[in-house]
Structures are given as C-alpha cells and as structure tokens.
C-alpha cells in the first residue's frame, strides 16, 4: 500500500548547526504537509506544499516539493533549542482514489544540544 | 490553541474498566480523526468520520468504539482495554475530507492513557 517514508529516524545537533529531514512517497502527492511535535506536545500543521518544485519559507525553515511530487524537504539553518521536537511530513491517501484523509511518515525527531 | 479540545488529558484504567474520551473542535470543520500514538507507530490513525459518517475504520478491535453525534463531537468509547493500548489518543480535525485533497489537520492535546 501507499507510503510516506522519512529520513533520518533521529538526529542530535549542536545548536547553530543546520539540520535536515527528508520525506519519500511511494506515490505522487497533491500536496505534501509538515507539522511539528514538541515533547509532551501534539503535532501543529506548520506549512503546506502544492506545486512542483515548491519551496517555502518560514524563517530559518526551508521547506522544497520535488519536482515528480513524491518528495520534500525541511531544512533548519542554524538551529535553536526551541527547534527541538519531532517533525512529521504528511501526504493524502490515493491521490485521485476515493479517500483525502493524511497519510504520516514516522517522523524526524530532533535533538539540540546547547 | 483552543481549537480541538479533549477530556480527560490523563486517564488511568483498570482492564475491565469502561470509559469514553471525548473530542470538541470549534473550527466549524466537517471531518474528524482518532489517532494513536506510541513509540512503536507514531501516528496511526484509527477512525475518521466525515459529517458525522464513519469513513475508515483501520482494522482497529471492537473494543474501541467511535461515536460522531454531530460535526463538532467525537467521542472514543473504551472497554476490556489491554495494557499494550496504553498510548496517547489524539482527536484532530479537518476542514473537509475530499476525495485526493488531504486538508491540513489540527490536533487535540491528546488524552495519555494508562492501562494497568
């Protein structure tokens, strides 16, 4: 079945170093979405991907939609304490099929060191 | 964030316990999801209901049992829990559910559950 596959599972970095969380589907996306669990937290939509080639930016955050749709990046420059937390990249379920709920990868979860 | 709440944020169970998790969304949205999240799945969703109707149901056990009265409730009947249910359960809600669309979601808090 479709899948929605995130790299790496976990990354630590020392603040100011940048960091990076990369997202693959097994199929082409509509749009691909990213949230943000903080510890203790809930996931928070931060942003949403349409077009080919897609980049988008909030801040320090970067975030790309491949060109063939089926993956994405985060990018964090210098990152922050307040960065840590788990990241999520999610698409829709059997894009042109019958269901629109998301489909989640498992998630970056990161860590930062001060 | 106001906009999905849930009851109870903390909830500790006996096996034979029955209890209901409940789910408001003041968003004004049409669907709503059941999620649960542990260190083995980190989001798997469970149900999702579309004005009210049960949509997916993904081979969750009977003794989970959703209920939708209307577009802003969801509730999260359980019974005869075991204790690798424990999770945090997380309600969220979309604007729409529309065939290949995948509308952004927002989370409720989430309620921690406990099975002893």
């Not at chain 1, 939509?45 to 955050?61: A, H």
């Not at chain 2, 109870?8 to 999620?35: D, F, I």
């Not at chain 2, 309600?91 to 921690?112: I, K, M, N, W």
């Amino acid at each position: 079945g479709q899948q929605v596959m995130q790299i790496p599972q976990y990354q630590h970095v020392q603040e100011g170093e940048d960091f990076t969380t990369y997202c693959n589907s097994s199929t082409t996306l509509s749009n691909i979405q990213w949230y943000k669990q903080r510890p203790g937290g809930h996931p928070v939509f931060l942003i949403q991907l349409v077009k080919s080639g897609e980049v988008k930016k909030q801040k320090r955050l970067t975030f790309q939609f491949g060109e063939a749709k089926k993956n994405s990046s985060l990018h964090i420059t210098a990152t922050q304490t307040t960065d840590v937390g788990t990241y999520f990249c999610a698409g829709p379920v059997g894009y042109g099929g019958s269901q629109g709920n998301l489909i989640f990868g498992k998630g970056t979860k990161l860590s930062v060191k001060p | 964030e106001t906009g999905v709440t849930q009851t109870p944020r903390h909830l500790v169970m006996g096996m034979t316990n029955k209890k209901s998790l409940k789910c408001e969304q003041h968003l004004g949205h049409n669907a709503m999801y059941w999620y649960k999240q542990s260190a083995k799945k980190p989001l798997e969703l469970m149900f999702v209901y579309s004005l009210e109707e049960r949509v997916e149901n993904n081979s969750v056990p009977s003794r989970f049992s959703p209920e939708c009265p209307n577009s802003s409730h969801l509730f999260l009947h359980l019974h005869t829990l075991q204790p690798e249910d424990s999770a945090l359960y997380l309600c969220a809600s979309s604007q729409d559910l529309e065939r290949g669309v995948g509308y952004e979601q927002y989370f409720g808090p989430g309620t921690r559950l406990t099975v002893t």
